[in-house]
């Protein structure tokens, strides 16, 4: 199983980034699709999570409205399109693939590497 987030960057404050999350190895298509993120010297937060086609998602508080997440089977990409971006959306991103929409990370059994993104003042 091979998850790869990417799509990270720097971005001033009001700007949008998509990140895009590669996934191989697996069917794809059956399992649900967490992204979250990890600021310095905090907890790993949920930030949203889509089930297997892609019809029913869930998104933490602080990014409702402004994240949308969205998966593609056939290209076997998960993807978290950011708007409205705040400073303190900075932080590393991360995906994962679950059995079930959970906010809890202990749900998630399977991690790819972060991307980094920078929200500017």
């Known amino acids: 199983v091979q998850l790869q987030a990417s799509g990270g960057g720097l971005v001033q404050a009001g700007g949008s980034l998509r990140l895009s999350c590669a996934a191989s190895?697996?069917?794809?298509?059956?399992?649900?699709m967490g992204w979250f993120r990890q600021a310095p010297g905090k907890e790993r937060e949920f930030v949203a999570a889509?089930?297997?086609?892609?019809?029913?998602?869930n998104y933490a508080g602080s990014v409702k409205g402004r994240f949308t997440i969205s998966r593609d089977n056939d290209k076997n990409t998960a993807y978290l399109q950011m708007n409205s971006l705040k400073p303190e959306d900075t932080a590393v991103y991360s995906c994962?693939?679950?059995?079930?929409?959970?906010?809890?990370?202990?749900?998630?059994?399977?991690w790819g590497q972060g991307t980094q993104v920078t929200v500017s003042s």
């Open positions: 994962a693939l679950g059995s079930h929409i959970r906010v809890s990370p202990s749900n998630y059994y399977y």
């Open positions: 190895g697996f069917t794809f298509g059956s399992y649900v």
């Open positions: 889509i089930n297997y086609g892609g019809d029913i998602s």
